[in-house]
């Protein structure tokens, strides 16, 4: 039989929300209230020909270090999805109803099916404090047998998106500084009546490897 691995100082799914839609710097400050919406999460897959992102060397005030932001970011946020809007492929026969209304489905993605190679995913894209913040919510769970379960649930803020600006701040060796203007639609009504900006931090691993985001907010 197996049994459920607890994930010291796990966050139940009832902050699970309000957590994912803050600020996921370093220092854990949030930025922003969301509307949630529960539904069907959408299936995600890595993109094998995506290399992990290195550094750039276009002109920081070009067109081109600003479609660098773009990709940059983009690829964390499909990475920071996995805990909110999307899941990895999944086999809905294979069930586990941890509390009443919360069904978790045993992940079946070979590059994603244990807490080891999820884990190691996030780190390619976010500070290890980042990364152990997000697992540390209930919305995977694993087994002693290394099976991983993850609960299908989309929670994005539900509103409309109508542009992103993304702009290079500052860019040099061991550190990188973005920001995304983000106009959105809230009403549903095609109009803008709402725009943010967010700061993003991308610095060097600890380790002196990959560089990966040190403050990251998700706005999707």
Not at 131 to 143: D, G, Q, S, T
Not at 162 to 189: A, I, M, P, W
Not at 198 to 218: C, H, I, L, P, S
Request: glycine fraction near 6%; aromatic fraction near 12%; proline fraction near 1%.
């Amino acid at each position: 039989m197996r049994n459920l691995i607890t994930i010291t100082a796990a966050v139940t799914v009832i902050t699970f929300a309000a957590f994912l839609f803050t600020s996921c710097a370093d220092n854990g400050s949030p930025t922003e209230e969301s509307r949630i919406e529960w539904s069907t999460a959408e299936i995600f897959t890595i993109d094998d020909g995506n290399d992990i992102a290195g550094s750039s060397d276009t002109d920081d005030g070009g067109k081109e270090s600003d479609e660098y932001a773009k990709k940059i970011i983009s690829e964390a946020l499909d990475a920071f999805s996995l805990f909110i809007s999307s899941v990895p492929e999944i086999d809905r026969d294979d069930s586990i109803e941890y509390e009443e209304g919360l069904v978790y489905y045993r992940v079946v993605d070979k590059r994603l099916n244990t807490f080891e190679k999820l884990k190691d995913y996030l780190l390619r894209y976010f500070s290890e404090e980042i990364a152990i913040k997000l697992l540390n919510v209930e919305r995977y769970m694993e087994f002693d047998d290394g099976s991983l379960y993850v609960l299908d649930i989309n929670m994005s803020t539900g509103f409309d998106i109508l542009s992103e600006k993304y702009t290079v701040l500052e860019q040099t060796e061991d550190r990188e500084v973005f920001s995304v203007t983000v106009v959105r639609d809230k009403d549903g009504d095609g109009a803008a009546d709402d725009t943010q900006t967010y700061n993003f931090v991308r610095e060097k691993a600890e380790d002196g490897g990959n560089m990966v985001f040190t403050e990251f907010t998700y706005f999707r």
